[in-house]
């Protein structure tokens, strides 16, 4: 398929098509970009225009329209010949439990190993290090609940929120962290839509009425870089105690998917290191090779969220 993932998020952009050229008019002049070039359209402006004639010829070359509120994916248009082309569907619907719990695996380890990269940023002294340190390389079959353990504990003491406990609901820096990984998992369902993967088929998470548990299963190795935008927040309050969700903070918060990381020796934009990650685990499954899947860690070790 083709490579590009085009982002219209500029406000009052009009979007069309002409001579095979899909055109962006905003306040910045025109863009073109050849259409054939392109895998998908994710519209997450709120004002935006989309001409019909983008629609047929988007068609035409297999192009899936994604249509965000909020940033949240509300509406997919695919063309009628992909829509009913099931080769992925039916990879990932045949894949065995031996490679469902490989690719588990890989995004735990992942995931753990990114809590503590970010837990020695922000206290590189602690005491509990060596053990989540220990916990995030291990193979314990609890890894990802121990990890966590260590790694809220870690993270909320050096917030100066001592009595923290990481809950789903909840106010002060649970609410702020949920806002956070809200606009994480609009940006999964993007990528994942964009690449034609079903977010209902996950790995881990369960399945429930109009839940997407591969969204959820894929951004956990991302969860970290929501952790660190956030702690970066808290700590320029003058009041920690005080913590709200604002309209500043929204602000602030939602920019963490342009931040730069390293994917494999590329900088790229956080939203464009899911897009590769996203890319890697559908080769994985149309392959049925779980190495072929490349979850995110801060190359050399190091923590760049």
Same mark, same amino acid.
Request: net charge neutral.
């Given at each position: 398929?083709?490579?590009?993932?085009?982002?219209?998020?500029?406000?009052?952009?009009?979007?069309?098509?002409?001579?095979?050229?899909?055109?962006?008019?905003?306040?910045?002049?025109?863009?073109?970009?050849?259409?054939?070039?392109?895998?998908?359209?994710?519209?997450?402006?709120?004002?935006?225009?989309?001409?019909?004639?983008?629609?047929?010829?988007?068609?035409?070359?297999?192009?899936?329209?994604?249509?965000?509120?909020?940033?949240?994916?509300?509406?997919?248009?695919?063309?009628?010949?992909?829509?009913?082309?099931?080769?992925?569907?039916?990879?990932?619907?045949?894949?065995?439990?031996?490679?469902?719990?490989?690719?588990?695996?890989?995004?735990?380890?992942?995931?753990?190993?990114?809590?503590?990269?970010?837990?020695?940023?922000?206290?590189?002294?602690?005491?509990?290090?060596?053990?989540?340190?220990?916990?995030?390389?291990?193979?314990?079959?609890?890894?990802?609940?121990?990890?966590?353990?260590?790694?809220?504990?870690?993270?909320?003491?050096?917030?100066?929120?001592?009595?923290?406990?990481?809950?789903?609901?909840?106010?002060?820096?649970?609410?702020?962290?949920? %806002?956070?990984?809200?606009?994480?998992?609009?940006?999964?369902?993007?990528?994942?839509?964009?690449?034609?993967?079903?977010?209902?088929?996950?790995?881990?998470?369960?399945?429930?009425?109009?839940?997407?548990?591969?969204? %959820?299963?894929?951004?956990?190795?991302?969860?970290?870089?929501?952790?660190?935008?956030?702690?970066?927040?808290?700590?320029?309050?003058?009041?920690?105690?005080?913590?709200?969700?604002?309209?500043?903070?929204?602000?602030?918060?939602?920019?963490?998917?342009?931040?730069?990381?390293?994917?494999?020796?590329?900088?790229?934009?956080?939203?464009?290191?899911?897009?590769?990650?996203?890319?890697?685990?559908?080769?994985?499954?149309?392959?049925?090779?779980?190495?072929?899947?490349?979850?995110?860690?801060?190359?050399?070790?190091?923590?760049?969220?």
């Amino acid at each position: 398929m083709s490579h590009h993932i085009v982002n219209i998020d500029s406000p009052g952009c009009v979007v069309s098509c002409k001579n095979g050229q899909l055109t962006c008019t905003g306040e910045d002049g025109v863009r073109q970009l050849p259409l054939e070039d392109v895998a998908a359209i994710l519209i997450t402006s709120f004002s935006s225009v989309v001409h019909g004639a983008l629609l047929i010829e988007a068609a035409k070359h297999g192009v899936a329209l994604v249509i965000c509120e909020q940033f949240k994916p509300v509406s997919l248009m695919l063309p009628a010949n992909r829509s009913s082309d099931t080769l992925l569907t039916k990879a990932a619907l045949e894949l065995d439990k031996k490679k469902i719990d490989a690719l588990w695996r890989h995004t735990v380890d992942a995931k753990c190993m990114n809590q503590y990269l970010l837990a020695v940023n922000l206290a590189p002294h602690h005491e509990k290090l060596g053990a989540l340190e220990k916990t995030a390389a291990g193979k314990m079959q609890s890894k990802e609940g121990t990890c966590a353990r260590f790694f809220w504990s870690i993270y909320s003491e050096a917030l100066g929120q001592e009595n923290f406990h990481r809950h789903e609901d909840g106010f002060g820096l649970n609410a702020l962290l949920n %806002y956070g990984y809200a606009v994480l998992l609009s940006t999964m369902l993007q990528k994942l839509f964009a690449l034609g993967l079903d977010p209902t088929l996950g790995i881990s998470h369960a399945v429930r009425e109009r839940s997407t548990p591969l969204a %959820y299963d894929l951004m956990e190795p991302f969860r970290p870089c929501v952790d660190w935008r956030v702690a970066q927040w808290v700590k320029m309050q003058e009041d920690p105690a005080d913590l709200a969700i604002t309209k500043p903070f929204r602000r602030f918060v939602t920019g963490f998917v342009l931040e730069k990381v390293e994917y494999f020796e590329i900088e790229l934009s956080i939203q464009n290191c899911i897009e590769g990650v996203v890319r890697s685990f559908r080769n994985a499954v149309l392959e049925k090779n779980t190495r072929l899947y490349k979850p995110w860690i801060p190359q050399g070790s190091k923590w760049v969220g």
